[in-house]
């Protein structure tokens, strides 16, 4: 596969960031190594989004983990959709779940988790954590048993 023909839009171009939730940045490739399942993670440790109810700050790192299937998550997109987030006003959980299905939507892939360790605001800290996998498949048995033996952080 010839990485060039990949059309990716974001790549090598001058940043634009947006000040508005933006799941369209998001960009994919050719996965070259489709018949081997591995791990990809992600660290975004300065993600912000906004409260939906006072609209303060708030603070987090983000932690993406996936099996590829037959496409990946361009870096420089998924940093540009994380930081769209910005201006964005969400609860915790649901900004977990919404860059998760985002994700899958995008990229359709074989199992993928999210965790978001926000920093403590009012004394409390909140860790939520996601995952999916391909129903009908053995990472759905993943998903499940990750999430039943789940113990935070």
């Known amino acids: 596969m010839d990485r060039k023909k990949e059309n990716l839009k974001q790549l090598g171009k001058n940043t634009e960031y947006l000040d508005h939730y933006a799941p369209e940045v998001l960009e994919t490739f050719g996965n070259m190594n489709k018949e ?4 990809v993670q992600f660290n975004c440790p300065e993600f912000t989004t906004l409260c939906p109810i006072t609209g303060q700050p ?8 996936y099996i590829p299937g037959e496409r990946m998550v361009e870096s420089k997109s998924l940093k540009l959709y994380l930081f769209s987030f910005r201006n964005h006003g969400d609860f915790h959980e649901d900004s977990v779940n919404v ?3 985002d994700l899958i939507k995008l990229m359709h892939p074989k199992y993928i988790e999210v965790l978001g360790l926000f920093v403590p605001r009012g004394g409390i800290s909140i860790y939520p954590y996601a995952n999916y996998g391909q129903p009908g498949t ?3 048995r993943m998903a499940e048993t990750r999430l039943q033996n789940y113990q935070g952080r």
């Open 138 to 140: 053995k990472y759905e």
């Open 99 to 101: 860059i998760m299905k």
């Open 36 to 39: 081997n399942d591995y791990w």
């Open 58 to 65: 708030d603070f987090a790192e983000i932690k993406i983990m």
